[in-house]
């Protein structure tokens, strides 16, 4: 029988995995050099939270869900086929829509920390975890501020 702790970050484990997939795309195809260049040194951090919660699952006994991974995955490259008013290039949606998904993607992560950092279990290491947790509403600000940034776009023709 799986623990709820277990089940918990094991469905962080698929968000953070199909969000590693998410930053990668973003630095590499936004339409603004300034983002690609804070979102791919964004992504590399997001690589050390995923490693950082591999560890936390590592200390709970807890393995990531192959089968949670995957549709996760899936979803995140399906989500890349959704036209956004232009067939033969990118959209300037897709650059505001994609940092969308990021901000909220990132805040879903700061809340998994914030509450772990609430769970009474020694094997949890709370220095991390706040660290953890700074870390995220850190990237959420850069993230927001990129966001808004775009705004600009949603009256390009």
């Known amino acids: 029988m799986t623990s709820v702790i277990t089940t918990y970050l094991q469905d962080h484990?698929?968000?953070?995995?199909?969000?590693v997939d998410a930053f990668h795309r973003v630095a590499d195809l936004h339409g603004d050099e300034t983002v690609r260049e804070e979102v791919g040194r964004l992504a590399q951090e997001v690589e050390q939270d995923q490693a950082a919660?591999?560890?936390?699952?590592?200390?709970?006994?807890?393995?990531?869900?192959p089968l949670k991974d995957l549709p996760a995955k899936v979803a995140e490259k399906a989500a890349r086929l959704k036209p956004n008013e232009r067939l033969n290039r990118r959209s300037p949606l897709s650059d505001i829509e994609e940092l969308e998904a990021l901000v909220a993607a990132v805040h879903a992560k700061g809340l998994g920390w914030r509450l772990l950092m609430e769970v009474a279990d020694d094997r949890l290491d709370p220095d991390m975890l706040r660290e953890l947790h700074a870390r995220a509403l850190e990237q959420e600000r850069t993230l927001e501020r990129l966001r808004l940034a775009q705004a600009g776009k949603l009256t390009q023709s």
């Open 13 to 19: 484990h698929a968000g953070a995995t199909a969000g």
């Open 53 to 65: 919660l591999e560890r936390i699952m590592a200390a709970v006994d807890a393995k990531p869900a």
